[in-house]
C-alpha cells in the first residue's frame, strides 16, 4: 500500500495505490446513512433498546457520546460499562440461544432476537479513520473489526486503533492495535499498546492494510508495525466509545478517592471519516 504523502495529522488521500475505494462515511448528511452502519451494540446480548447509541452529526463530524444519564448497555454480563458504539454487521442465533457475535463473557444467552444484516463485511483491504481520542482515564474509543461469526470459529478481531484515556499525556498516547484470536484456533494474540509521539485528542489517521499474509498498521501514513498473520473470512466494523466504571485512584488521609480526573459529559468521540477500499481489480 502507497502510505500517505500527507504530513502531520492531514486527512489521507483518498486514491490508494493497488486499490480501489468501496466504503466511505464522511458525516456530511445530517443524518447516519442507515445503509453503512447500524447504531446498536451487541444488541443480541442485551436489546436495542439498551445498546442504541447516543450520537449527533455536525459540521462533517460523527460524535459519539457518553452521558451522565447513559445506562450501562449489558449490565448481567459486563456491568456498568457504558457505550454509544456502530457496527456495519449483526448475525445472532435464537432468543435463549448462544449463538452470537463477540463472546465476551462464558454463559451469554441471546436476549433479544436481531436480524440479520450485511452492510459492510469485507474480506482483506484498508480500512482508515480519522478521529480525536478522549483525554478520559474513565474512557476508550476505538475503531476495530470483528468476524462475521456466522460460523464460531470465524470470531477473530483486527484492532486498527484503541486509545484509552488513561494511556494519553501531553505529546504521547499508547495506541493499541493488532489481532485478538478469540474462537478462532489457526490465530495467536499479537495485540500490543504501540506508545506513540502524539497528541491523541487531536485528529489522527489510524489505517489497517489486511492481506491473506499479513496485516500492518499505520498512524498519519507511518507503518507502525506488521503482523504476519490473518483472519481468513469476512469481517465487520465496530466504531464506538466506552466508558468503565469508576477506578480507584489511591487514598488520601485514608480515604479512598474515585474516578478522579473525569471530564464532564458529555464525553464525545469525534470521527471524520472511515473508509474502505478492496484491491484493485486486475
Given at each position: 500500500?502507497?502510505?500517505?504523502s500527507e504530513?502531520?495529522n492531514?486527512p489521507?488521500?483518498?486514491?490508494?495505490?493497488?486499490y480501489?475505494?468501496?466504503?466511505?462515511?464522511?458525516?456530511d448528511?445530517?443524518?447516519?446513512?442507515?445503509?453503512r452502519?447500524?447504531?446498536?451494540?451487541?444488541?443480541?446480548?442485551?436489546?436495542?433498546?439498551?445498546?442504541?447509541?447516543?450520537?449527533?452529526?455536525?459540521?462533517?463530524?460523527?460524535?459519539?457520546?457518553?452521558?451522565e444519564?447513559?445506562?450501562?448497555?449489558?449490565?448481567?454480563?459486563?456491568?456498568?460499562v457504558?457505550?454509544?458504539?456502530?457496527?456495519?454487521?449483526?448475525?445472532?442465533?435464537?432468543?435463549?440461544?448462544?449463538?452470537?457475535q463477540?463472546?465476551?463473557?462464558d454463559?451469554?444467552?441471546?436476549r433479544e432476537?436481531?436480524?440479520e444484516?450485511r452492510?459492510?463485511t469485507?474480506?482483506?483491504?484498508?480500512i482508515?479513520t480519522?478521529f480525536q481520542?478522549?483525554?478520559?482515564?474513565?474512557?476508550?474509543?476505538a475503531?476495530?473489526?470483528?468476524?462475521?461469526?456466522d460460523?464460531?470459529?470465524?470470531?477473530?478481531?483486527?484492532?486498527?486503533?484503541e486509545?484509552?484515556?488513561?494511556?494519553m499525556?501531553?505529546?504521547?498516547?499508547?495506541?493499541?492495535?493488532?489481532i485478538?484470536?478469540?474462537?478462532?484456533?489457526?490465530?495467536?494474540?499479537q495485540?500490543?499498546?504501540?506508545?506513540l509521539?502524539i497528541?491523541a485528542?487531536?485528529?489522527?489517521?489510524?489505517?489497517?492494510?489486511?492481506?491473506?499474509d499479513f496485516?500492518?498498521?499505520?498512524v498519519?501514513?507511518?507503518?507502525?508495525?506488521?503482523?504476519w498473520?490473518?483472519p481468513?473470512?469476512?469481517?465487520?466494523?465496530?466504531?464506538?466509545?466506552?466508558?468503565f466504571?469508576?477506578?480507584?485512584?489511591?487514598?488520601?488521609?485514608?480515604?479512598r478517592?474515585r474516578?478522579?480526573?473525569d471530564?464532564?459529559?458529555p464525553?464525545?468521540?469525534?470521527?471524520?471519516?472511515?473508509?474502505?477500499?478492496?484491491?484493485?481489480s486486475g
Open positions: 500500500m502507497a502510505v500517505s504530513t502531520g492531514a489521507d488521500p483518498v486514491t490508494k495505490a493497488g480501489e475505494l468501496e466504503f466511505e462515511d464522511t458525516f448528511g445530517p443524518n447516519l446513512d442507515r445503509n452502519w447500524s447504531p446498536y451494540y451487541l444488541p443480541h446480548w442485551s436489546s436495542r433498546s439498551a445498546t442504541a447509541a447516543r450520537y449527533r452529526i455536525d459540521d462533517g463530524n460523527l460524535r459519539l457520546r457518553i452521558d444519564a447513559h445506562a450501562p448497555w449489558c449490565p448481567e454480563w459486563d456491568g456498568d457504558r457505550v454509544s458504539s456502530l457496527q456495519t454487521g449483526q448475525f445472532s442465533g435464537p432468543l435463549g440461544s448462544a449463538v452470537g463477540l463472546q465476551f463473557d454463559g451469554l444467552q441471546v432476537e436481531q436480524t444484516q452492510l459492510y469485507p474480506q482483506y483491504g484498508v482508515e480519522r481520542a478522549i483525554a478520559d482515564p474513565r474512557c476508550m474509543v475503531l476495530w473489526m470483528i468476524g462475521f461469526e460460523e464460531p470459529e470465524r470470531s477473530g478481531e483486527i484492532c486498527i486503533a486509545i484509552f484515556g488513561r494511556n499525556s501531553e505529546g504521547r498516547a499508547a495506541v493499541g492495535m493488532g485478538h484470536p478469540f474462537g478462532d484456533p489457526s490465530l495467536k494474540d495485540f500490543a499498546a504501540e506508545v509521539s497528541d485528542t487531536e485528529f489522527h489517521v489510524y489505517t489497517a492494510e489486511w492481506t491473506q496485516v500492518s498498521f499505520f498519519d501514513g507511518e507503518l507502525i508495525k506488521t503482523v498473520q490473518s481468513s473470512y469476512p469481517m465487520q466494523l465496530m466504531l464506538g466509545v466506552y466508558e466504571p469508576a477506578g480507584e485512584f489511591g487514598t488520601t488521609s485514608g480515604r478517592r474516578g478522579g480526573g471530564l464532564p459529559y464525553k464525545e468521540f469525534v470521527v471524520d471519516y472511515v473508509r474502505g477500499w478492496r484491491r484493485a
